[in-house]
């Protein structure tokens, strides 16, 4: 209903008629509808913080954890849904600030965090040095949203193909290895 309707004609009355559940029933899963909006976003996020979890616990190559990671976040973003809570959110945070707050400390402040976290650790194996795993976290989401993303939020382009989309990470992976992982 979000994506169809917008977030700020949705009410919670609207949803409950939708679902269909009582209000009351739904206001007991979700106080607010920030609340229901954040866990639309959370749940669409599910599959990439899984794939997180696990690449944290792998003690793989680092290029193969990069790229399960960088496949699952590719994988998520590229998807109507997220290129439509991506527009939504842009439309609407002008009248509503607090709705780009809840976007981003729902999914990508988590996911950034973790994947830090991440750098951290492979940071402490000895042919690794790391600067600063805070930036080196956001450079490589950043390269892997870059233009193509960019092209399919403004609808230019159609979302990448299976082909584009590992093409593209493993471009990203190769260019990020050499200058955040192996670099020095």
Known sequence: MFLKHGFSTVSMDKIAQAAP????TLYKYFDSKNALFTAVIDELCDSLFQTMDEALLDSGSVENNLTNIATA???????EEALAIYRLVISECRDFPELGRLLYEGAP?????QLEHYLININKLDHINIVSPAFAADAFLSLLKGELHFQC????????????KKTHINQVVAFYSQGFIYAH
């Open 21 to 24: 559940v009582s209000k009351a």
């Open 73 to 79: 976040f590719v994988d998520l973003i590229f998807t």
């Open 109 to 113: 402040k988590d996911l950034l965090s």
């Open 153 to 164: 939020l403004l609808g230019i382009k159609a979302p990448p193909s299976v082909e584009e």
